[in-house]
């Protein structure tokens, strides 16, 4: 053991790492990590070697994690692993007054870094490469035991332009549809198949109309689209009974208390949500370009069914839009310093545009708090970040806000649509902010516009 020097400065450092540690085991921090843990802050203060603990600020913080973010090669776990570090060290041990306003979450929850399935990556594969490495053992087996026709699936998904998650979700749906059938060849499988796996999912399983739609939608494609078979016998199926679902709708009262529960990025992410209706993807998506101060509106690039819309841009957020904005201009500007900087483009509009995935227009409004490295292109990029965090965050507030109601990130474009209403907006009007193609779909918001199911009295009211 090492002797204490003369000015008592081991046993002070041998102090701070046993109240440290102290703090980690209080935190339910497993044993087995807490090394690391301690690893992570001493790589931090040799970073910021010749400056006391308690002098430091949340700049320098962030300073440092976005350092380490350009590391692109660091596992997600790892960077988790250094902002929690972080965290305890300036929260719970030291109590620095700014680290509890500190955007931690943002840092920890936006860390998933892009899976070489990730939908926004399909149009990034190199010619030869039609689909992702997928992790899911059952399409793999789909792609090997029926590999003629998933080429031909596939090939037809993309001539027709279709949405990259619509050909996962078709994709898992056949994988699902042949491991019923024991793997058995195209050629074999008859309309009685077919029928057999769409009764079997209502009957058996239980899912709902809406799943079994997408089952069937997924393999009339592949049927009749993609192989040119007639599937008129297999329509005459058991379906799954319909369900009326009326969508979860926050008062004013209670979004006001959940956007109060929140801070920092993630805050900003949810009102901007509220105050445009958008759904959660469209917001994640949005780049530079997308949003116009001077005509205070938004355009919504290729939403759903591939549509573009505009939507108001809330006067509100107008001036934290912009703080946000300066501060993902400086952390490009020191990416593009650090030889990085690039934003991904779909294939055919990089090659047209040359240079422009370097355009600050281009970034995303909302990028990932670290680069990440492209599975397909092998390009180190910074992406717009995970949308599970912002889940996460919302999940999170309306636990802390009491409010008694399942709320989603989707509860907050439902609670948009229905106080328009509520204030006499027109529901063409609103059919066009949200983007919806059927005026049906639109109606359903209307089920709150009395007060009192139905603008019924209860009769115990009038007792």
Known sequence: ??????????????????????????SSVPRRVRPYYRKAVEGYISANRGRRLATHTAADVERYLAAKGRRPYLQAWQFRQIVDALRLLFCAFLRLPWAEDLDWERWRAFTATLQPDHAALADDLAPGDLSAPSRNALINRFRSECSVGHVAFV????????????????????ARFFAFHAWRPTAEIIDADITAFLEHLAVERRVSSSTQRVALNALVFFFREVLGRKLDDCLAYTRAAPKRRIPVVLTQDEVRHLLGAMSGQTRLMA???????????????LRVHDIDFGFRQITVRGGKGGKDRVIPLPKKLAAALRTHLDGVHSTHDDDLQAGFGEVYLPRALARKLGGAALDWRRQYVFPAPRLSVDPASRKTRRHHVHETGLQRAIRKASID?????????????????????????????IQDLLGHADLATTMIYTHVLHKGGLGVQSPLDVL
């Not at 002797?3 to 085991?25: C, D, K, M, T």
């Not at 806000?401 to 509860?411: G, P």
């Open 1 to 26: 053991m090492a002797r204490p020097s003369s000015g008592g400065v081991l046993p002070a450092v041998q102090r701070f790492w046993h109240n440290y540690l102290s703090i980690l085991e209080q």
């Open 155 to 174: 090939k037809t998904l993309r001539v027709r332009d279709m949405a990259p998650r619509t050909e996962q979700t078709y994709e898992a749906w056949l």
């Open 271 to 285: 009102a901007l949500m509220y105050g445009t209706g958008m759904r959660l993807m469209e917001c994640v998506r």
């Open 401 to 429: 806000a009491a409010i008694e109601k399942r709320v989603s990130s989707h509860t907050l474009r439902h609670s948009f649509a229905t106080h328009l209403l509520q204030s006499g907006k027109d529901i063409r009007l």
